[in-house]
Nanobody, 115 residues
Framework: QVQLVESGGGLVQPGGSLRLSCAAS????????MNWYRQAPGKERELVAR???????NYADSVKGRFTISRDNAKKTVYLQMNSLKAEDTAVYVC?????????WGRGTQVTVSS
């Protein structure tokens, strides 16, 4: 079965950095596009970043230039490097894959940006 397990969240001061990881299993990781979403309280879920199987990337305008998505196919892991964090980046960050006509989600990892 498909499993996505996020890690790396936490409390960080404004201007700080965090690297999130999403360990994947149960599907052919190397041929799958991977997504990072986030959801803040009272707000809709937002697509933050996407990486295709070929390594092409897309970002939400709100994080361009600050966040970098990457993948390690050997480790079946996708990463989200987050720099210059702002209070408005506070959210639960969730890993996602669309596989076999189904969208799968991890449980998420909390990122809190506060002084």
């Amino acid at each position: 079965q498909v499993q996505l397990v996020e890690s790396g969240g936490g409390l960080v001061q404004p201007g700080g950095s965090l690297r999130l990881s999403c360990a994947a299993s149960g599907f052919t990781f190397s041929t799958s596009a991977m997504n990072w979403y986030r959801q803040a309280p009272g707000k809709e879920r937002e697509l933050v970043a996407r990486i295709t199987n070929a390594g092409n990337t897309n970002y939400a305008d709100s994080v361009k230039g600050r966040f970098t998505i990457s993948r390690d196919n050997a480790k079946k892991t996708v990463y989200l490097q987050m720099n210059s964090l702002k209070a408005e980046d506070t959210a639960v960050y969730v890993c996602n894959v669309y596989w076999g006509y189904t969208s799968y989600w991890g449980r998420g990892t909390q990122v809190t940006v506060s002084s």
